[in-house]
């Protein structure tokens, strides 16, 4: 099968772009035929695009805006034109805001379109059926996801829900020796709790929410260490991270994103995920329990759907900072009192979210959009 398939940069910018990446690497290694679009053909995973695909190509744009719109119909004319040319039996698309160029090139080059959907649209209720109405099918990566697109519009029976995945082998449990070498890497101290917080450092993220939480702790910075890994929005111009760095309390490090947080995952003890924002999945979420962590997060969006069952307990109302340092300071102890609660975030991850069952599922739903088309 000629898969054809778009990325803003051949770069992890957040989970769409680690995601897509991923599926796309092992949709290669089953043989397919990978036709990959680009704005930019930079970045941390060109290489491995470059290996992996049949061809890469760079088109200006993918984006639609009605305030904007006959000048971007004209941006996006040669991505439209470069899917009709590739010769492609199916468009993949992983942003739903990309919905207008992919259904003009999809139709221009007469085949057929599959929609995964990854986050809630910014479209009106009625021009997004519209949008859609021409989309041989469409997944959601969680129940949440596609109950919210139902409410806008969309018949149930169109949605298959895709959940993402990890790979077990790349998001490995660390043992005692891991964990301290990871810490040495990073300089943190090899016997303090550590605790993590990574992506986005914005608002709706929470991370001020969490900064709260652990001044409130009011733990010794010499044995306890939080630990925020990311890069704040560049049109926000340090107006939020810049005074939540200036006031944090002792025992906050702040690291500068790279490309791969398993170093940082082996070298914690706990995650925090205090998203304000309802996430339509919370793939941090799998990837730290992946590693044997146990994950505090907000009872928010898709990430109840992971921590159901006895994991509930890890959940906690979004934007109370109270009930974050109480979550936190019930887990400092896990490792020696709970040691069983990694053991049972690793399975439950290698039991619903392995990457092959992304793969599965993305493929299968692939195949039959060309086959219906055939």
């Keep these: 099968m000629r898969i054809v398939l778009n990325t803003r940069e051949l770069a992890p910018l957040g989970g769409i772009e680690v995601q897509l990446f991923q599926v796309a690497r092992e949709l290669a290694l089953r043989g397919h035929d990978l036709d990959v679009l680009c704005r930019s053909d930079t970045g941390p995973f060109a290489a491995q695009y470059h290996q992996l695909a049949r061809s890469v190509s760079v088109v200006p744009s993918f984006d639609v805006a009605r305030r904007t719109a006959v000048i971007d119909l004209a941006r996006i004319a040669p991505a439209v034109a470069r899917v009709r040319d590739r010769h492609g039996d199916v468009l993949y698309l992983s ?116 900064v709260e939480a652990w001044r409130r702790l009011g733990l010794d910075p010499a044995h306890h260490v939080l630990v925020v890994l990311g890069a704040p929005d560049p049109a926000d111009r340090g107006s939020y991270l810049g005074p939540l760095r200036d006031t944090a309390p002792a025992g906050v490090v702040w690291y500068h994103p790279r490309r791969d947080p398993v170093t940082f995952l082996h070298a914690a003890d706990l995650v925090a995920v205090p998203t304000l924002a309802e996430e339509s999945f919370g793939r941090v979420v799998i990837e730290a329990m992946a590693t044997g962590l146990p994950v505090v997060a907000s009872r928010k969006g898709g990430i109840p759907e992971i921590l159901d069952g006895p994991l509930s307990r890890l959940l906690v109302e979004p934007g109370d900072p109270e009930a974050l340092a109480t979550a936190i300071a019930d887990l400092l102890a896990w490792r020696s009192a709970d040691p069983a609660l990694g053991e049972s975030c690793t399975a439950v991850v290698r039991a619903r979210y392995p990457l092959s069952r992304t793969v599965e599922g993305t493929e299968a739903l692939l195949t039959r959009a060309v086959a219906q088309r055939a």
């Design 95 to 210: 942003r739903i805001e990309e919905i207008v160029w992919a259904q003009l090139a999809s139709r221009f080059a007469r085949i057929p379109l599959v929609c995964h959907l990854h986050h809630v649209t910014g479209y009106a209720p009625d021009l997004l059926v519209r949008l859609l109405s021409g989309v041989d099918h469409i997944a959601a990566v969680s129940q949440f996801l596609k109950e919210r697109y139902v409410a806008l519009g969309l018949s149930p029976d169109r949605i298959t829900i895709i959940p993402n995945g990890v790979d077990p082998d790349e998001y490995a449990v660390a043992d005692e020796s891991m964990r301290l070498k990871a810490r040495g890497e990073l300089g943190l101290p090899p016997d303090a709790f550590v605790v993590l917080c990574y992506g986005r450092v914005i608002r709706q993220k929470g991370v001020h929410v969490l």
